[in-house]
């Protein structure tokens, strides 16, 4: 089992720049989720889906960013122009669906803006 | 709605005590409770799992969890710490009422277990 991947681990760029993430789910999930995670505000759900669908995106932070899953195999959350408060670490989670429904995590992806 | 609240940012113990890292919850139906660990440049990592049955819950790494209904607790317990458990601790819920829908799992702000030689 591979787990949940995520890509790039590590990104630094500079403000106003396009900055995706990517997410492949355990394979058989049929829910996925968006974490960020910061010193100041702990772990935040932004987003997740269930069987591809968006079900709930209240948590993210405003229009810049934008989460897809165009299958079950592959997510990505998009930050358009990215800031340098968006730094964080960004994880992604996934889950059977089937109750009680803990979430395995990928490795998480490091964002650094300038 | 449902929330967690771990009342400690850190826990200092030294190797070979006992260790507890408090944890409470808050959800209108049954609970579902998990502890995740998450070590230095890494992923959360899943601990244990309560669902239902004993209310001690053994996990992971020597862990284990007592849930207390009339206390709404989950306390992360082990009796001999290692240095190598120092690491951020998530406790986290998910209420399994009827109409919960989607319910996702609701994380606590995490505490810093910190195991001195």
């Known amino acids: 089992d591979a787990g949940v991947i995520q890509s790039p681990r590590h990104e630094v760029t500079e403000m106003g720049q396009e900055v995706t993430l990517r997410c492949k789910p355990i394979s058989g999930h049929n829910s996925l989720f968006w974490y960020r995670q910061t010193m100041m505000r702990g772990l935040e759900l932004l987003i997740y889906f269930n069987n591809n669908v968006p079900i709930d995106d209240s948590g993210m932070p405003e229009d810049r960013f934008s989460a897809k899953m165009p299958n079950a195999s592959f997510s990505t959350l998009k930050i358009q122009p990215s800031e340098p408060r968006d730094s964080a670490v960004y994880f992604c989670a996934s889950t059977p669906g089937l109750p009680p429904g803990e979430l395995f995590f990928g490795e998480g992806s490091r964002l650094t803006v300038l | 709605a449902q929330s967690v609240a771990q009342p400690e940012d850190q826990v200092n113990v030294a190797e070979g005590n006992p260790l507890t890292v408090k944890c409470t919850y808050s959800v209108s139906g049954n609970p579902y409770l998990f502890w995740y660990v998450q070590y230095p440049n890494r992923g959360l990592q899943f601990l244990l799992k309560?669902?239902?049955?004993?209310?001690l819950v053994k996990g992971s790494y020597g862990f284990e969890a007592e849930f207390n209904k009339s206390q709404t607790s989950f306390h992360l317990k082990k009796p001999s710490a290692l240095v190598s458990d120092s690491a951020l601790y998530f406790c986290a819920v998910r209420d399994m009422s009827r109409n919960s829908g989607y319910s996702t799992l609701t994380f606590g702000k995490g505490t810093m277990l910190l195991v001195s030689p």
């Open positions: 309560y669902i239902t049955g004993d209310n």
